[in-house]
């Protein structure tokens, strides 16, 4: 992957230019503001498979299945603020194929749109659960708009929802249903809820918390099959074990998948994910790739990441214009995510790993935790619940590789800023 700017080699950012963004999720909407606030003059199209404009995803599994927030209110920007800027933007629109010999991409409908410069935002989709009985009605995946409508619809008729994956969106539909007063499972194979981005500690918390409020979590469990009624709907779950659990509806979150097949497609380097650099670059110059879809590097790791949230998105957004308006790279940030479950809101820096201490700093004064996670004196990674500011000042320990007292990090009455060496 080379170095060269696109202004340095092509028409710079004059009004024959044209960049062309694959996927208008939150990758690529703020790309495409991105381009503007830095002062691209070209054309900038913005493509996006859903027939809606660009919106925001958390609230699915939130508010929105809660009928507490409408489709404009998702919206992640005025329609009119597209109109402004001159961006436009082509919805219900499937692209499906890139061929970067000839600088162009093909529509479903046999149509060509050559580009100058081309950001793939193509995001993620979910992991099928395929096991038999998985082609009835009632049984939902929740990655778009359209998947959260259906599941708003279902979850009040179903009486009993069945969640399979103890991830966080899981758990988060999980807490809007007891909140509502509709029962709900959650089926887990791992031995844990979140074992695969959670630390044990934070894990313990909220399972306990989920199931203080009536959520029903099997673990170490596996679903086998589904089965139906004569009117071709789910009416229960079989489980490895023999378990058969009845329902009127399931939500299946059991990961995701990058769509990355436009990429593989076209010969760009993939592996589990489009592979990118630092500046979101493909192994194509003029291809960049930003969001879910992407495999990236992190700041002093040597290995490469898939990172599924929306602030890596942005940030490879801001990673992507940067190098195709030649300009100096954004300042890299540490990995960081939340959720909101209940009451409880979540919010982690880092990445967690196994084997590293974990140092709790608990608040007397109502349900508020922080797990620091550290490696020797450095603080690698937070998990916290209710507590900003320690969420704030171990995002900051990590930017900065800050050396920490352990003992006074332990000791809630010690200000945090009074834990540094």
């Known amino acids: 992957m080379g170095n060269d700017s696109y202004s340095e080699a092509m028409l710079g950012d004059g009004p024959r230019s044209r960049v062309v963004i694959v996927g208008a999720g939150h990758g690529g909407a703020n790309a495409a503001a991105f381009l503007r606030q830095k002062g691209f003059g070209g054309e900038v199209i913005l493509i996006g498979e859903e027939p809606v404009m660009p919106y925001q995803r958390p609230p699915l599994s939130k508010a929105y299945i809660a009928d507490h927030m409408s489709v404009e209110d998702l919206y992640l920007k005025p329609t009119q603020f597209y109109r402004d800027q001159g961006i436009e933007l082509r919805l219900g629109t499937r692209v499906a194929e890139v061929n970067p010999e000839g600088k162009f991409v093909s529509f479903s409908d046999g149509t060509t749109l050559e580009y100058d410069v081309l950001i793939l935002a193509t995001g993620a989709a979910p992991r099928s659960l395929d096991v038999p009985g998985s082609d009835l009605t009632g049984i939902q995946e929740l990655r778009t708009i359209a998947d959260a409508g259906r599941l708003r619809d279902l979850i009040p008729s179903s009486g009993h929802l069945v969640v399979v994956g103890g991830g966080y969106i899981g758990l988060e539909v999980a807490a809007v249903c007891q909140t509502n007063g509709v029962r709900v499972t959650v089926i887990e194979r791992e031995d844990r809820l979140l074992a695969r981005v959670a630390s044990v500690e934070l894990s313990k918390v909220l399972t ?78 003029w291809i960049f790739a930003i969001g879910d879809v992407t495999r990236r590097p992190l700041p002093n790791r040597t290995d490469l990441f898939r990172m599924e949230s929306i602030p890596s998105a942005v940030e490879q957004a801001g990673q992507a214009v940067a190098a195709i308006m030649g300009g100096p790279q954004p300042k890299p940030e540490v990995p960081w995510f939340w959720s909101d479950q209940f009451n409880l809101k979540l919010k982690m820096a880092g990445l967690v790993h196994e084997g590293e201490e974990v140092i709790a700093r608990n608040s007397l004064e109502g349900f508020k935790i922080a797990f620091f996670h550290v490696r020797g004196e450095n603080v690698v990674a937070v998990e916290t619940i209710n507590s900003p500011g320690e969420f704030m000042a171990g995002k900051r320990f990590i930017e900065k590789n800050a050396r920490v007292d352990l003992t006074k990090l332990a000791d809630s009455s010690v200000p945090l800023q009074g834990v540094l060496v």
């Open 208 to 285: 306990a918390y989920h199931q203080e409020r009536g959520t029903n979590i099997l673990t170490s469990d596996s679903v086998v099959g589904f089965a139906g009624g004569a009117d071709g709907a789910v009416r229960s779950v079989i489980l490895s074990d023999g378990t058969e659990i009845a329902c009127g509806g399931v939500l299946t979150g059991i990961g995701a998948v990058p769509c990355d097949a436009l990429a593989c497609g076209a010969g760009l380097h993939c592996d589990n994910g489009i592979v990118v650099d630092e500046q979101s670059r493909t192994s194509d110059r």
